[in-house]
């Protein structure tokens, strides 16, 4: 995917609510998928990722929902706390082609 | 465990020069890729090596290149430098490649060309 730069899609929410991060993919022989988080000036860190054969997976206060009718793919933080503010990134597995596409980004903003 | 570690951090070069970036991937990891990310943008796949040989590339121009290393260590060179290759670089290693490994990114080298 390409990310529209300036215009990330941004998210805000108050510390303690619940964060839900949208993405679509397009490639329906994709079978791996992984949410990444990107703080400034930093490389994209590991969050959780998920095989086409589920369609839920939960980690610490991460949950990843996969729904392959629609190829789409949702991030939820609970109890999203001032260190969750980052860009986050999913990124799909193109099988046949052998590297990790990423999608366009979306900008998670928490305030106190 | 030491993560990926890239060289330079920062790197300023002019138009039409060669720039040189460098990656140690993660102990035990075989596979190394390459992505470029301009400003504000998202990643873009350049690169994969496994096991020394390149297995795939992006939709870039043949200007970039690399090699791995036997020590899996990595690096990316950019010949004839235009002012839009400026961006950040980042590397990333995983397991032998293949699907249900995850990438492990460095921080990156920020590559300016002026």
């Known amino acids: 995917g390409e990310s529209v730069g300036l215009h990330l899609p941004t998210l805000s929410v108050q510390e303690g609510d619940n964060s839900i ?17 990107q703080e400034s000036g930093k490389g994209p860190q590991f969050i959780i990722d998920i095989r086409s054969n ?14 392959k009718t629609v190829k789409h793919l949702s991030l939820q933080i609970a ?12 990124a799909d597995y193109l099988t046949g082609f052998q590297k990790l596409v990423f999608g366009t980004g979306t900008r998670l903003l928490v305030s106190p | ?17 060669q720039a ?16 470029q990310q301009a400003l504000g943008l998202g990643l873009q ?4 090596y496994d096991e020394g040989e390149e297995r795939n590339r992006g939709n870039f121009p043949p200007r970039f290149s690399g090699r791995q290393f036997p020590n899996y260590s990595s690096e990316l060179n950019v010949n004839a430098l235009e002012l839009e290759d400026s961006a950040l670089y980042l590397c990333a290693s995983s397991l032998a490649a293949g ?11 920020r590559l300016t060309v002026t």
């Open chain 1, 54 to 67: 589920m369609d839920k997976r939960q980690g610490q206060r991460v949950t990843v929902l996969l729904n």
């Open chain 2, 99 to 109: 699907q249900g490994k995850p990438l492990h990114f460095g921080n990156g080298t």
């Open chain 1, 79 to 90: 109890a999203t706390q001032p260190g969750d503010s980052a860009v986050y990134f999913c």
């Open chain 2, 45 to 48: 796949f350049l690169l994969w």
């Open chain 1, 21 to 37: 991060i949208n993405c679509a993919y397009s490639n329906s022989a994709s079978d791996y998928f992984i949410w990444y988080k």
């Open chain 2, 1 to 17: 465990e030491a993560g990926v570690t890239q060289s330079p951090t920062h790197l300023i070069k002019t138009r039409g020069q």
């Open chain 2, 20 to 35: 040189t970036l460098r990656c140690s991937p993660i102990s035990g990891h075989t596979s190394v890729y390459w992505y």
